[in-house]
């Protein structure tokens, strides 16, 4: 017992040692004219004028030896944007709080980005020295954090090496030193160094996670990772890197199972809950990922630290109780989503909007959207984008023409608005207006490949200028590859160019990978040009399940003459 005893009194005592120490004051009586001459240099900083503010405190600072009042000049000559006064403050602060630990930190900083390394050398190779053994791995640390600031990387990494040689024997040291090299982009060493931090300490969660960061190889990184967890099973930030890593690698199945291990070893944690929702979600496991986004909600609901808005969950939960045709019990998910988080409470408005009118009540839905007080522009045409949906789908196209028109008047740097409108001109059988408004979107933003596929597929669906239609969709299949209704718009261009093999290859991988009643209804015309109608029938009649009142099924039996 006596000597448990000593050894906690021992580690208290490190850090408390380690701990800020208050500056020492003096002895200054604050007598009238010290407190006139500080009222005034206030006032003065105030009313804008920082410099004779700023001249007044640093004199008093001098006169009285007072430490606080050489912050408080420093403070000025910050929020004045004056690098030079406010070093030269936190240097007089320095000399009169010499143990003062934010003085010191003030200074490293303003040192480090003027990349004056010289006197921060000498700083660190103090505080290292005097810092008791358990606290200097977190001295490190802090100097890794300025080191890194500096602009001349390379000198960063010189007086790291420099001030860490005496403690070579520490694993913190090395992980520094691979982090200073790394920004450095001397890779080799970067690599060296992590390996010999692993090497003394082969239980380190950081060692491991800092080897896998200077690697820069995200397939090594990955088996790193597994042959850590395999030794080191509750290693819990590594078998979240390696989760990460998978998920980033599209490796789904493997991810899900990195987060399920998690969760079994920590079952309210809401960052877990949360991914294996999403993991459930693309695995196209709808109820286990509604399992999880409610356990998310639950443990949400019941904290009262940390993270406490269930928002993100509650948003997702409507959406899955929507896609299964609950639209009470999407409604009911969205009326809980908090205002805190102004993006989420605008989303489940417009949602509540959308989910209304779906249930057949039009008008009220649109009330709901007029009732949303938008003030930012983006916002406003975001409510007018949900409103022309709205009457789209209701099949009220001319309205919803004339009212994205009005819309992009008054919001003409809304690509997205843009693109609405563009798709509701083609319906209403304006192209021109359609491609103008295309053109400015691509202009916009060069990288919107919707833009790109919804030009080239209304130029192919009309039978013109089908070279380039094909270099269009060709475009938008470059920036999203494998992106199942641009390989459909593929699909249909070289159907309409009379390629029926090449059309028919697209269209069945676009279908594998979404089995929607568009794509069934374009692959089902192609098979039909072959003389494959059979096949052709079974396919549209696939499409009539999923989608009764599909316009392009319709439309297509209408024009080939035959009927299901």
């Known amino acids: ?18 701990l ?6 003096p002895a200054v009586e604050l007598t009238s004219d010290l407190f006139y001459k500080l009222t005034k240099a206030e006032l003065d900083f105030k009313s804008g004028q920082w410099q004779s503010a700023y001249v007044s405190m640093m004199v008093l600072a001098q006169q009285t030896r007072d430490p606080r009042l050489a912050r408080r000049s420093a403070e000025m ?45 000498a700083i660190f190779v103090q505080r290292l020295g005097a810092a008791p053994v358990p606290a200097r791995g977190l001295v490190m640390f802090q100097m890794q954090q300025y080191l890194l600031r500096a602009k001349d990387k390379t000198a960063a990494l010189a007086l790291m090496d420099r001030v860490l040689k005496p403690y070579a024997d520490m694993m913190e040291s090395h992980l520094v030193l691979a982090q200073g090299a790394y920004a450095a982009e001397d890779r080799e060493r970067a690599m060296r160094e992590a390996k010999r931090a692993l090497e ?9 996670l800092t080897m896998a960061q200077v690697m820069g190889d995200a397939d090594a990184a990955g088996q790193l990772f597994a042959s850590f967890l395999k030794a080191n099973p509750q290693a819990r930030e590594v078998r979240a890197a390696y989760a990460r890593l998978l998920v980033e690698q599209k490796r789904y199945d493997q991810a899900r199972a990195q987060f399920q291990a998690m969760l079994k070893d920590q079952p309210d944690n809401p960052g877990t809950l949360y991914a294996l929702g999403i993991m459930s979600l693309q695995a196209g496991d709808p109820a286990a990922a509604e399992a999880h986004f409610r356990r998310f909600v639950e443990v949400l609901e019941a904290s009262t630290e940390g993270e406490r808005d269930p928002s993100k969950g509650l948003v997702l939960l409507a959406q899955i109780a929507e896609e299964r045709g609950d639209f009470d019990g999407a409604l009911a998910w969205l009326d809980k989503v908090s205002s805190d988080d102004e993006r989420l409470y605008l989303t489940s408005r417009l949602k509540r909007a959308y989910l209304t009118a779906k249930k057949g009540d039009l008008e009220r839905a649109r009330t709901m959207l007029r009732e949303i007080a938008a003030v930012d522009p983006a916002e406003q045409a975001e409510v007018a984008q949900t409103e022309g949906q709205l009457l789209r789908d209701a099949g009220r196209g001319e309205e919803a023409y004339q009212l994205l028109a009005d819309a992009v008047q008054r919001f003409p740097e809304s690509p997205d608005l843009l693109y609405d409108f563009a798709l509701a001109a083609e319906k209403q059988g304006k192209p021109d207006e359609m491609e103008t408004a295309l053109r400015k979107v691509m202009a916009a933003v060069p990288e919107n490949h919707h833009a790109y596929n919804a030009l080239g597929y209304s130029l192919a669906d009309r039978g013109v200028r089908l070279d380039e239609a094909q270099a269009l969709i060709g475009k938008a299949l470059q920036m999203a590859p494998g992106d199942p209704y641009i390989m459909d718009s593929m699909g249909w261009v070289q159907f309409r160019q009379g390629k029926l093999k090449e059309a028919e290859t697209i269209l069945r991988q676009a279908y594998a990978l979404r089995s929607d009643a568009e794509i069934a209804v374009h692959l089902g015309e192609v098979l039909w040009q072959q003389g494959r109608r059979d096949e052709a029938q079974k396919l549209w009649r696939e499409a009539r399940t999923k989608d009764p009142k599909n316009d392009a099924l319709r439309d297509t039996l209408a024009r080939l003459n035959t009927s299901l």
């Not at 800020?20 to 004051?25: A, G, I, T």
């Not at 929020?79 to 010499?98: D, F, H, S, T, V």
């Open 1 to 18: 017992m006596a000597s448990g005893a000593g050894e906690g009194k021992a580690g208290a005592d490190s850090i408390a040692a380690a």
């Open 77 to 121: 000559a910050l929020a004045a944007k004056q690098g030079n006064e406010a070093l030269a403050a936190i240097r007089l602060w320095r000399e009169l709080a010499p143990e003062s630990d934010e003085a010191v930190q003030y200074f490293l900083g303003f040192a480090v980005l003027g990349d004056d390394l010289t006197e921060s050398e």
């Open 200 to 208: 003394l300490k082969p239980t380190s969660e950081l060692a491991a």
């Open 20 to 25: 800020p120490k208050e500056d020492k004051l």
